[in-house]
């Protein structure tokens, strides 16, 4: 907790350096919010021991009680606080890490490598739980929706379903070619591959039965399913993407790029289909209903993985640029570029909203942790930038402030009486 406290200082120093050059955030928090956290935060003071207590234990009782805030207050919170990702954890592996998943809750990190190897390990302490050999590279990892089955999707040319609680190996699937890419449907009924067989395929995950196959004119890289199951998009080195109707295997949309389509992924609302391409290095933001193109992202080199976060306002793309980066989904701007020493080969982001993780020619897997995700966090970094710097969020100074002095006179809850 102590090595988080000074990261968000050194954090909040340079938030404060960039208000000296200028930089000023582009919402200001409404008094009232301001008011409403203050009160809030005087509330959880008033039962600390001491003024010592609070900053010799911050992350205990303060932090934990700010979560009590109503819901919408916390959305409205973390709307005015710019994100902040900080380094929680690298996992090495013996070679280049080529897919990473978190389970449904993102307790659990599932990664596969050119070691021959697919991991899981967990996301709080980068702990490997089970190593799962395989005969060649493990090109594709992906969690079932129900967090009991990992897939894996393989160079040597099977598809696997393995319990996830044992690493035990419930079905191989041939394919008679590279499996680049495994996904499950969200009822964890069906799972999907891409091949270098130039097809998909649509699963059974019970039996490994297969129900469709769809021919494509190139590999295919990358499957993904819609929030709802109903379709299938596909990335392909025909240079399309392609979105399937999952019940019967017929291409609703085929979606032209300007080379090979590495990667392609559902925002978790329905409303969007994010791709990743080869040769014209970017990524593309498309209305799922009618392929039509939003945005379209310059990266400069291939973009080799794409995953949106649970509330579908950011993508995340690994590209051969050596570089992770987190972009707004409404406008296409890129917030956050994260270097690398290699290629990103493939990005995700926890469902909880908390943790980023990457995978890289550099033999690392890596979790990022988003401070300003977790509410305990936000409340913390607003307290911390208001000691730092006044210019920085005046009002909410001036709250604050309030709130530490009624602590000390033991009425802030008569100071803030409704």
Known sequence: MKRIITMMLILSAAGAQAMEHGQRYPNQMPVSLERQCAKKIAEVLISQDSMDALHANT????T??????????????????PQQWAEHAVVKHDRYVLSVAFSPYGELLATGSRDKNARIIKTATGEELHTIKHGDWVLSVAFSPDGELLATGSKDKNARIIKAATG?????????????????????????????GNNARIIKTATGEELHKIEHDGLVLSVAFSPYGELLATASYDDNARIIKTATGVVLHKIKHDGGVQSVAFSPDGELLATGSLYDESARIIKTATGVVLH???????VRS??????????????????????????????????HD?????????PDNEWLATGSEDTNARIYACLTNNLKNAVL????????????????????????????HQNALKMYKD
Not at 296 to 302: N, P
Request: net charge negative; charged share 25%; proline share 3%.
């Open 381 to 408: 970094i607003a307290y911390l930038r208001s000691c730092q710097d006044s210019k920085h969020q005046p009002n909410m100074r001036g709250w604050l402030l309030e709130a530490f002095r009624a602590y000390r």
């Open 342 to 350: 290699g290629f990103v080969f493939s990005v995700a982001f926890s």
């Open 59 to 62: 992350g205990n009782d303060f």
């Open 168 to 196: 035990e190996e419930l079905h191989k699937i041939e394919h008679g070619d590279w499996v680049r890419s495994v996904a499950f449907s969200p009822d964890s009924e069906l799972f999907a591959t891409g091949s270098y």
């Open 306 to 339: 794409v995953a949106f976060s649970p509330d579908s306002e950011l993508l995340a793309t690994g590209s051969s640029d050596n570089n992770a980066r987190i972009i707004k989904t409404v406008t296409g701007a890129v917030l956050h570029k994260i270097k």
């Open 64 to 81: 934990k009680d700010a979560l009590s805030l109503p819901e919408g207050l916390q959305n409205t919170i973390r709307s005015y606080m």
């Open 296 to 302: 379209k992202i310059e990266h400069g080199d291939s």
